[in-house]
């Protein structure tokens, strides 16, 4: 009986020892793949990418097109419960921007889902987001000191800015101006891998 015990609990170590990891994509339409097919989606390049380097991680895409940061901040509990992500890659706060909401409301929304990912076990990569000139020097900056602040308030890694390269090349979007190309979706990977890689471990 003991020797059946104790092979039991080194057979649910080992099971739980090669579990794959689970990134969770926290997002909205910049990571939702809008208006491409869903094998277009950087999440989803981002999988094929991971399994060529030989890193066993499993992505769940729970991205949601037009989400702010206080409906991901509703919705990511019963995520968390979910999904139990190991990394969690948060890319929210475009839509605050866009609709003028002052920046200390993502800024708070933010900072609560990076403390409840992180109490949840997930290490966090905050993906940052610029808003147009047409907003103003002041709103501008203010927005995007949101994500640089909350990466060293959390000593967490930060992609500074998803669009980086490409944002004022028309070529890379799509007609409505805001929602990048299947194209792009390629270098936004290369823009998250840069900063998520070293988060991978070997």
């Known amino acids: 009986m ?3 015990s ?3 609990i080194l057979f649910l170590v080992l099971a739980g020892a090669t579990q794959a990891a689970t990134i969770l994509v926290w997002g909205d ?4 793949g809008y208006q491409l097919k869903r094998e277009e989606a950087w999440p989803v390049l981002l999988q094929t990418r991971l399994a060529e380097k030989g890193f066993p991680h499993e992505v769940v895409n729970a991205s949601v097109s037009g989400e702010t940061t206080s409906g991901g901040r509703t919705r990511l ?3 968390l419960a979910q ?3 190991d990394l969690m890659i948060l890319e929210l706060g475009a839509n605050d921007g866009l609709r003028g909401l002052p920046a200390r409301i993502a800024a708070d929304n933010l900072d609560a889902m990076i403390t409840a990912a992180r109490n949840s076990g997930a290490d966090v990569l905050l993906v940052g987001m610029r808003m147009p000139p047409n907003y103003g020097p002041a709103y501008t900056r203010q927005f995007a000191a949101v994500f640089r602040d909350l990466a060293e308030k959390h000593d967490i890694g930060l992609v500074p800015f998803l669009l980086d390269g490409f944002a004022d090349d028309p070529k890379y979007f799509l ?3 805001i929602h990048p190309t299947a194209e792009a ?3 936004i990977l290369d823009t998250v891998w840069e900063k998520l890689k070293p988060m991978l471990g070997d």
């Not at 339409?29 to 939702?32: D, I, K, M, P, T």
């Open 2 to 4: 003991l020797l059946r």
């Open 6 to 8: 104790i092979a039991t």
């Open 29 to 32: 339409s910049l990571s939702a």
């Open 77 to 79: 509990p019963d995520a």
């Open 83 to 85: 999904h139990k992500p």
């Open 175 to 177: 007609s409505d101006g």
């Open 185 to 187: 979706q390629h270098r």
